[in-house]
């Protein structure tokens, strides 16, 4: 039995083929980073890109493409996705240009776009809004906590109250968009993972990614009493598959946990397991017979579990 909505069912459901996501990474930057907002990022993140050339040229993106669809053998078709740092953040017309040429790889049916919601102005959204009635576009927006205490410590660059205006103004024009939620945050506890999970419940997310949270070289998070606050891999997994609980049925679940650089990962050492979290959470879901949406009741009824 399948005890969550998965990427691979869904997507092999809609589009009656395996379908893979093809991960580019074009140059973007963020403004968390590169001084617009601030330098220093959020203090989860490892990755600092300050000045990097955007890849625009038709031919440059196409091969980076085909480079990472060679790698799979087997039949399927693809979503091109657009992953590192913030991939609205550069001028419309350059946008369209990227956007229009992943859209024309051979096999892809559509397109992932990671960004952050401060970085989708009314002519991007504009665009997005376009390319997402021709074809099939999903929107990524890193929400990772409703906590606004969390969000100012992690240094995120804009509220919650923000991100949510930002949500409605995907909902007017119809943009799919799925959100990006961390589990243990420092100070966040088993209410705070519920309030996010509620909170995705009660929007038009079509998807979530889970990510747990870890520590990479260059990531200011190790100033902090790290391993005071990261949870065990007992205590993710049985978080995790309790949210699954709340989680409402119909939502996409993207991502049960993230995949961390192993040459980069400091701590803690199970998240550079995948595999195994994976597996984990699927047999906490088994052993104690819990399935996405068992305990959703409606938004606000829940009653908390974890
Ligand atoms: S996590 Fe994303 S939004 Fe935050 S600093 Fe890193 S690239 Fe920017």
Same mark, same amino acid.
């Given at each position: 039995?399948?005890?969550?909505?998965?990427?691979?069912?869904?997507?092999?459901?809609?589009?009656?083929?395996?379908?893979?996501?093809?991960?580019?990474?074009?140059?973007?930057?963020?403004?968390?980073?590169?001084?617009?907002?601030?330098?220093?990022?959020?203090?989860?993140?490892?990755?600092?890109?300050?000045?990097?050339?955007?890849?625009?040229?038709?031919?440059?993106?196409?091969?980076?493409?085909?480079?990472?669809?060679?790698?799979?053998?087997?039949?399927?078709?693809?979503?091109?996705?657009?992953?590192?740092?913030?991939?609205?953040?550069?001028?419309?017309?350059?946008?369209?240009?990227?956007?229009?040429?992943?859209?024309?790889?051979?096999?892809?049916?559509?397109?992932?776009?990671?960004?952050?919601?401060?970085?989708?102005?009314?002519?991007?959204?504009?665009?997005?809004?376009?390319?997402?009635?021709?074809?099939?576009?999903? $929107?990524?927006?890193?929400?990772?906590?409703?906590?606004?205490?969390?969000?100012?410590?992690?240094?995120?660059?804009?509220?919650?109250?923000?991100?949510?205006?930002?949500?409605?103004?995907?909902?007017?024009?119809?943009?799919?968009?799925?959100?990006?939620?961390?589990?243990?945050?420092?100070?966040?506890?088993?209410?705070?993972?519920?309030?996010?999970?509620?909170?995705?419940?009660?929007?038009?997310?079509?998807?979530?990614?889970?990510?747990?949270?870890?520590?990479?070289?260059?990531?200011?998070?190790?100033?902090?009493?790290?391993?005071?606050?990261?949870?065990?891999?007992?205590?993710?997994?049985?978080? $995790?598959?309790?949210?699954?609980?709340?989680?409402?049925?119909?939502?996409?679940?993207?991502?049960?946990?993230?995949?961390?650089?192993?040459?980069?990962?400091?701590?803690?050492?199970?998240?550079?397991?995948?595999?195994? $979290?994976?597996?984990?959470?699927?047999?906490?879901?088994?052993?104690?017979?819990?399935?996405?949406?068992?305990?959703?009741?409606?938004?606000?009824?829940?009653?908390?579990?974890?």
């Amino acid at each position: 039995m399948q005890r969550y909505n998965t990427f691979d069912d869904y997507y092999k459901s809609k589009f009656k083929t395996k379908v893979y996501r093809l991960s580019i990474d074009l140059g973007f930057t963020c403004p968390n980073r590169d001084g617009k907002i601030s330098f220093g990022g959020c203090n989860f993140c490892s990755e600092k890109r300050i000045n990097s050339k955007l890849i625009t040229n038709k031919e440059t993106i196409l091969s980076l493409i085909k480079k990472e669809d060679e790698k799979i053998t087997r039949d399927h078709k693809s979503l091109i996705y657009l992953s590192s740092f913030t991939n609205t953040y550069a001028r419309v017309e350059d946008l369209e240009k990227i956007y229009k040429t992943c859209l024309e790889y051979e096999n892809s049916v559509g397109l992932i776009i990671a960004t952050r919601a401060d970085c989708l102005s009314d002519d991007i959204l504009e665009l997005l809004s376009y390319i997402s009635k021709n074809t099939y576009l999903i $929107v990524e927006i890193g929400m990772q906590t409703v906590n606004e205490n969390s969000i100012r410590m992690m240094n995120r660059g804009y509220t919650h109250s923000y991100l949510k205006k930002t949500l409605e103004k995907l909902d007017s024009l119809n943009i799919k968009y799925i959100l990006h939620t961390i589990i243990g945050l420092e100070g966040e506890k088993n209410e705070d993972y519920l309030n996010s999970i509620k909170y995705i419940n009660s929007t038009k997310a079509i998807g979530i990614k889970f990510h747990n949270l870890y520590i990479e070289y260059g990531s200011n998070l190790l100033k902090k009493p790290f391993e005071d606050f990261i949870l065990e891999k007992d205590e993710y997994v049985k978080i $995790v598959s309790n949210l699954i609980g709340y989680l409402k049925e119909d939502i996409i679940i993207h991502r049960l946990c993230s995949g961390p650089n192993r040459d980069k990962l400091i701590y803690p050492k199970w998240a550079g397991d995948k595999a195994r $979290v994976i597996s984990s959470i699927q047999k906490y879901l088994k052993d104690n017979d819990i399935y996405q949406g068992k305990f959703y009741k409606g938004d606000d009824k829940d009653e908390e579990k974890i």
